[in-house]
């Protein structure tokens, strides 16, 4: 790739938006321990998907000054998001943590 003054620009690697999660049909299984934490060969993409959750503009918008403040309209819709693509069964322990990991990644992408 070249820049105007004729050099080339440096490749970067571009946001992570969990393409392959894109064209899954069926949702994908992930085990939780005791405590709700996910384990297993799914976690990372659970993880990753929750980071695209937790900076998407329409589900988790940056004009709030503080997580609690988060309507509970947004937060039940970025659980329905997450219930259509992963099956992390109906235990509160694990939705409590799926929230401590998105409010943990939007406070990291909020500008502060």
């Known amino acids: 790739m070249l820049c105007n003054s004729g050099t080339q620009a ?18 994908i299984v992930v085990e939780c321990n005791e405590y709700g934490q996910p384990i ?7 993880s990753s998907y929750l980071g695209v959750i937790a ?31 992963f099956d992390l069964g109906n235990d509160e322990k694990s939705k409590r943590w799926v929230f401590f990991a998105i409010s943990r990644s939007w406070r990291n992408w909020k500008p502060h």
């Open 40 to 46: 297993g060969r799914n976690e990372r993409l659970l």
């Open 10 to 27: 440096r490749r970067t690697r571009g946001p992570n938006r969990c393409i392959a999660l894109t064209n899954q049909r069926e949702r």
């Open 55 to 85: 900076r998407d503009g329409q589900k988790a918008p940056l004009n709030y000054s503080d997580w609690r403040r988060m309507p509970v309209e947004r937060t039940m819709d970025m659980w329905q998001a997450i219930q259509a693509r």
